[in-house]
């Protein structure tokens, strides 16, 4: 079963970070990601830019709405993801539990829908 691995964390602590800190805790990441290809078990993932960088879309009466930045705010941004597959929640969370940000922010495990694809007319 594939699992999306959530990355949180504050984009004001990664900014506060010395250039020796960000080289640790990206080294780490390193070898996260590399065991995890390893494994057989990354399917995907990216780190993403801060949450200053997003846009949110609506649309209300049938108008596109843009706002700069996230849609909610919170002191954890999204700031990246792994797609893995895992043959149950447990493993999932035990993969989860091995991304650094799960030391200092939070990783949300969420399975990936099963259900199929709509079917094409």
């Known amino acids: 079963m594939k699992y999306l691995l959530l990355i949180y964390s504050s984009d004001e602590g990664w900014a506060s970070q010395t250039p020796a800190q960000l ?3 990206m080294g780490r990441y390193r070898v996260f990601t590399e ?4 494994s057989g078990q990354m399917v995907g993932g ?3 830019e801060p949450a200053s960088t997003a846009t949110t879309v609506r ?4 108008k596109t709405l843009t706002t700069d930045g996230p849609f909610a705010e919170t002191k954890e941004q999204l ?3 792994y797609l893995i597959e895992a043959k149950d929640l447990d493993e999932a969370i035990a ?3 091995r991304i650094p940000a799960a030391g200092y922010g939070c990783v949300e495990v969420r399975p990936v829908s099963a259900m ?3 079917a094409s007319r």
């Not at 065991?35 to 390893?38: D, E, P, Q, T």
């Not at 649309?59 to 049938?62: K, Q, S, T, Y």
């Open 23 to 25: 080289q640790e805790v």
């Open 35 to 38: 065991s995890v290809r390893a």
């Open 46 to 48: 990216e780190k993403l």
């Open 59 to 62: 649309i209300r009466d049938g």
């Open 79 to 81: 700031g990246g993801f």
């Open 95 to 97: 993969i989860a539990a």
């Open 116 to 118: 199929p694809p709509p």
